[in-house]
């Protein structure tokens, strides 16, 4: 269940905890630009009155601490699938090789993943719209020159920029994330420290009381700022999801020596501020409480130093919907898409030009959209507390199936994270009308996008292995027949093993001929991050010069065919009175079946297969199949030694 890492000590560990600080904690290190001014202002705001400004700091102090160190540091984080984290790793963790002891219980998981991985792509697209808005927003209090109308087309140009440059790979721009990061945490710890000093008697909000009390006096209708303080944990999905990156320790030693203390300060600074507004009983329209804290002078500087950690926090996200993107492909919940790979060092500096594209363009419609962070954060919250919710219904699996733990204690865990989770995700239900149903019809498309993909594949699969032939029926009757055989290398790709498939009786049935050497090789993705070298490959003969090839790849890894031939020629040699010449990418041809879905319509009051899927969804998934990068280009195959021989499929 849990990968055996070795724990960094000493400098190693101030290494790269220094490096989490910038890919790790960009996200909910952003929060407090405009976090605290949310819980006063726009549409769900709250009245400026002493107790509700110490409410609302405590209620900031003990989500961090309960959420952040207790929930995710402290528990969740111990959930590893072999060192990797993220919705999909838990996914897999609780689903062992796709199975479960019921149909009903994989399902559920199945469902209740999958919509979590969705609504992580609406926080995706939301976090560098909302953190670069948020960051520039700075200059109307530098200067009355930069209203909304120069602000939003900077904020453009600096989101444009930045998705333009991921295709020269994040290694460069990490180089310097762990530095700006630490610029950024010690400056708004420092202002935060300003802050209190001119109002130290804000600390006594560290007492949770005030949070209680905040509750007793509001009831019920004090559950709507919680839409607000969500903004202050938001990234915290992401600690989990990059802890293969750097390990459980170096994020849980940045967490607590400098990102932790730097927040609170911070959040604590502008609440000392906020005490000179007491009178008002509400925020002034523009006034940004996190920008009050610097001095005159200090201004533009922090513009700058706020808006590259907005970059850093966007930074992370869009590469955490690469990987994201790439362990749907793997796992078999969205089709093949191109995949450059900008390290060739780093397994997982990677790049997506279709992902890329999809998110910029939605993130400019956001920014052009909603125009100011204030607006935006409405959109924000909802994609954040589902995402949260499904992690602890997964995590509950994780402790009650694998780690064994008495049900007395799962319960309580459970229904502590469940109980936060509802209260914070009820909150931004009230942000639907105000921009929250952007995430939440995002997620819902996506997931019935991954969700038909799935089931899609399911049944072309069962529909071609109805149509293929068992190799131990197959090779004997060769052996009978005796075709023509010609010489050199036969690869036939094939997703089911252990069968002639399909693409191979066409072949034989109109060509009439077949190699001296024929190889049935089949890609299977297991649910683990990486597969161990030793374990890529097992090569079996089957007689007539027959061999079956599988090869197992990890859903951190891409499928490279050169390499797997390259170990089948190694398991070979050793074996080698069958003459089977070294498996060389020139000499060898490829052959491809190229499904063509035909979406039959069900006869009236016919009844439809319990497996069956709607003639609607039956479209979507012929739609996506077409769009879906080809066999060719994903398994990297040379375009000149390619067959391929199409067959109609019925769905």
């Known amino acids: 269940m849990s990968h055996q890492r070795v724990e960094p000590k000493g400098a190693a560990l101030a290494a790269l905890s220094f490096a989490a600080l910038g890919v790790v904690y960009g996200d909910i290190g952003t929060s407090p630009l405009y976090a605290l001014a949310e819980c006063f202002s726009g549409p769900h705001g709250i009245a400026l009155t002493r107790d509700n400004l110490f409410g609302v700091l405590s209620l900031v102090f003990w989500a961090l601490n309960f959420v952040v160190s207790f929930k995710y540091i402290t528990l969740v984080m111990r959930a590893d699938n072999r060192g990797e984290g993220g919705i999909l790793a838990l996914l897999a963790l609780v689903r062992p090789g796709g199975k479960s002891k019921t149909t009903g219980k994989r399902s559920i998981l199945l469902m209740v993943g999958l919509f979590g991985a969705a609504l992580l792509y609406g926080d995706g697209v939301i976090t560098p719209a909302i953190s670069v808005l948020g960051a520039v927003d700075g200059l109307k209090m530098a200067s009355p020159i930069f209203t909304q109308a120069w602000l939003v087309p900077m904020s453009v140009v600096i989101i444009t920029a930045l998705f333009f440059v991921q295709k020269r790979g994040t290694a460069g721009i990490g180089k310097i ?55 202050v944990i938001t990234g915290g999905e992401a600690l989990y999801a990059d802890m293969g990156h750097f390990g459980p320790k170096p994020i849980r030693f940045a967490w607590f020596l400098v990102v932790l203390p730097a927040l609170v300060l911070n959040y604590f600074g502008q609440g000392a501020l906020l005490l000179e507004h007491l009178q008002a009983g509400m925020l002034p329209a523009d006034y940004n409480p996190f920008y009050a804290l610097v001095p005159g002078w200090a201004l533009y500087p922090m513009v700058v130093i706020a808006t590259a950690a907005a970059v850093v926090a966007s930074q992370a996200l869009i590469s955490g919907a690469y990987s994201l993107t790439q362990q749907g492909m793997q796992l078999g919940f969205i089709p093949r898409m191109r995949i450059i790979h900008t390290s060739h060092t780093e397994m997982g500096q990677i790049y997506m030009p279709g992902i890329n594209t999809a998110l910029w363009l939605a993130c400019i419609a956001l920014v052009m959209a909603f125009k100011t962070p204030q607006a935006l954060a409405g959109t924000y919250g909802v994609a954040v507390t589902g995402t949260m919710l499904t992690t602890s219904i997964l995590f509950a699996a994780v402790m009650s199936n694998i780690w064994k733990w008495p049900m007395w204690r799962v319960v309580t865990i459970t229904t502590l994270f469940v109980i936060v989770d509802l209260a914070l995700l009820s909150a931004n239900v009230l942000k639907i009308p105000h921009g929250g149903w952007v995430p939440l019809v995002a997620a819902i498309f996506i997931y019935l996008l991954m969700s038909t993909w799935k089931k899609g594949r399911s049944q072309v699969t069962a529909l071609l292995k109805e149509t293929s032939l068992p190799l131990e029926l197959f090779v004997p009757d060769i052996a009978r027949r005796q075709p023509h055989r010609v010489p050199g290398i036969a690869v036939f790709m094939t997703s089911i093993p252990d069968v002639a498939p399909p693409v191979l009786l066409h072949h034989l049935k109109h060509n009439k001929v077949l190699h001296q050497k024929v190889v049935l090789m089949t890609v299977q993705s297991a649910e683990i991050p990486q597969v161990a070298a030793a374990d890529r490959v097992t090569v079996e003969a089957k007689g007539e010069g027959f061999y079956q090839v599988m090869a197992h790849y990890g859903f951190l890894e891409s499928p490279d065919v050169p390499e797997i031939l390259a170990l089948v020629t190694d398991r070979l040699h050793e074996d080698r009175e069958d003459g089977m010449p070294s498996l060389r990418m020139s000499e060898i041809s490829f052959f491809l079946g190229r499904e063509t879905l035909i979406v039959t319509p069900r006869a009236r009051g016919a009844p439809r297969a319990a497996d069956a899927m709607p003639g609607w969804r039956a479209k979507l998934f012929g739609v996506m199949s077409r769009n879906a990068q080809s066999a060719t280009a994903y398994f990297g195959l040379p375009p000149n030694r390619v067959i391929e021989l199409g067959a109609q499929i019925q769905v």
């Open 177 to 231: 994330f762990g530095p700006l990061t630490t610029v950024w945490f010690a400056s708004i710890a420092m202002l935060g420290v300003r802050g209190i000093l001119a109002h130290p008697e804000v600390l006594a909000a560290l007492n949770p009381w005030y949070a209680v009390n905040y509750f007793l006096q509001h009831g019920v209708a004090g559950l709507e700022v919680l839409g607000a303080v969500v903004l």
